[in-house]
């Protein structure tokens, strides 16, 4: 019998645009306050795209970065999965750009749609495309262009996102640092409660569709926070116990940033102080897709990372999408 194959991550980069958009800019476009914006999500700004950037030109600089790391062209990825909300366009895939933009010649690859975690799930495809030994060498990218899709006359959503991207690059393991496992859920009972309700085969462009600013982000925050909180705690704590750890063997909790308080509530829950949680979400509000590279990679500029470390991966997003990683650090 074959020895089994096991992925880790070998490198990791990210990128978000230099734009910066504070909460005292958000007080001078709708009625709220620094205090407020802080006290309810933890955020003091948040990066955004220029007129005319796209989620590829933010995911190409992501991968790239992950590829200079490694110190490996573009030529020998094999695939790439790019988990977005905000693709470029409806189709061809803004993974189809990306290849060609980096010159990734002869991979393939698809978009993934689980909002916040769309990171998550592109992560654990590229993982399983390595472990079944189809592939060797997997980019899993999280991306989007929130402002894209955001209602800056709707103070209950443009405060909480910004726009960014990471990459990591997915190899085979040759020791004990690999992703360990995983666990995924949806529930599409929750699919109201977040969405875009314009644009698609439901609700198709029309001028009523743009007048009724259908082509926006429509939430209702306190059935995502109080869905967030549980099913944030619940996923990890299955994730762990399922392979014999407890919240207190956990070097470093890698939470999607949506909500400061969410964070904290998951933690508590799990048991985790605070030097064992990253939080970054001040620095770069909800990126979507885009949190968890970007908070992957504040924690090695902060030395808070290094090889060996038991890392716990955990998101909620819309759909509601529900996912949890745990993986021993390996770059």
Not at 193 to 201: I, T, Y
Request: hydrophobic share 40%; aromatic share 6%.
């Amino acid at each position: 019998m074959a020895n089994l194959v096991r992925a880790k991550i070998s490198a990791l980069g990210t990128y978000v645009p230099p734009r910066l958009l504070t909460n005292a800019d958000l007080e001078k476009m709708v009625e709220t306050s620094n205090e407020w914006i802080i006290e309810r999500t933890g955020i003091r700004q948040r990066h955004i795209v220029d007129k005319g950037v796209a989620t590829s030109d933010l995911a190409v600089e992501a991968a790239q970065k992950t590829l200079q790391e490694r110190g490996i062209p573009a030529t020998e990825i094999e695939a790439i999965f790019v988990g977005t909300v905000t693709p470029d366009m409806l189709f061809p895939a803004t993974a189809c750009i990306v290849q060609d933009k980096i010159g990734a010649k002869g991979a393939w690859g698809y978009d993934i749609s689980a909002a916040c975690s769309g990171f998550v799930y592109s992560l654990q495809t590229a993982v399983k495309f390595v472990e079944s030994g189809a592939h060797k060498r997997v980019l899993a990218i999280g991306a989007d262009v929130m402002t894209s899709i955001i209602n800056y006359q709707d103070r209950a959503t443009c405060i909480i996102f910004g726009d960014g991207a990471g990459a990591v690059l997915v190899e085979p393991a040759t020791d004990d640092n690999y992703v360990i496992d995983f666990i995924h859920e949806v529930d599409g009972s929750g699919a109201c409660s977040l969405f875009m309700p314009g644009g698609g085969s439901r609700n198709p462009t029309t001028h009523e569709t743009v007048e009724k600013k259908m082509h926006y982000v429509h939430q209702d925050g306190q059935a995502v926070f109080k869905y967030a909180v549980r099913k944030m705690a619940e996923a990890s704590e299955a994730v762990l116990s399922r392979n014999g750890f407890k919240g207190s063997d956990v070097s470093l909790f890698v939470p999607h940033q949506a909500n400061k308080r969410i964070i904290k509530s998951a933690a508590d829950r799990l048991g985790l102080k605070d030097e064992r949680i990253i939080i970054n979400i001040d620095e770069f509000g909800n990126t979507t897709a885009g949190t968890i590279p970007l908070a992957l990679e504040s924690a090695r500029q902060q030395g808070r990372l290094k090889k060996g470390d038991l890392v716990l991966i955990a998101a909620v997003g819309a759909g509601f999408t529900v996912g949890a990683t745990l993986l021993r650090w390996a770059c």
